[in-house]
C-alpha cells in the first residue's frame, strides 16, 4: 500500500487526549488509502467523511462547553471541510471526477488538515487547557 500521510507525534501531539485521539484515528484512516487506486481512495474518502462528521461535532461541542472565544471562524472551518469533501466524493462518479477527488485526497486534504491543526486547533487546545488542568 502505499501511502503519503501518517500520524507523527512530533507534529500531530497538541497534547489533549481527546482532541489527539480524534487526529490519530483521522489519519489511520487516511493512511489506509492506497493511492494508486481511485477505488481505495473513494472509499477512504467516505470513512474520513463520517469520522470527520463526528470528529468535529466532539470538538465543537467542547467549544461550547469551554466558551471557546472563536467558535464561529472554528466552525466556519469545519463546515467548509466537510463540504469539500462531500462535493468530491458526490461527483467521483465520472473518470474525471474520480481524478479530481484523488488530487484533492493526495494534495489538498493533509495540506489543509496540517494548518488546522497547527492553527486553529491547537489554539483550541491552548484555550481548553486552561479550564481543564
Known sequence: MN???EFNKSTHVLNHDQIDTLHKEFLDIYANANINSLE???????????????HFQEEETLMEKYN????KEHKDEHYKA???MEYFIKNSHSTFGKKMLKSYFIEKL??????????MDSDLV?????FEH
Do not use: V
Request: charged share 20%; with cysteine; hydrophobic share 40%.
Open 3 to 5: 501511502t503519503i500521510k
Open 110 to 119: 493533509p495540506q489543509w488538515f496540517d494548518f488546522h491543526l497547527a492553527n
Open 40 to 54: 481505495s481512495i473513494i472509499q477512504i474518502s467516505k470513512e474520513l467523511l463520517i469520522h470527520s462528521e463526528k
Open 82 to 84: 466537510l463540504a469539500e
Open 68 to 71: 471557546y472565544p472563536t467558535i
Open 126 to 130: 491552548c484555550h481548553l487547557n486552561k
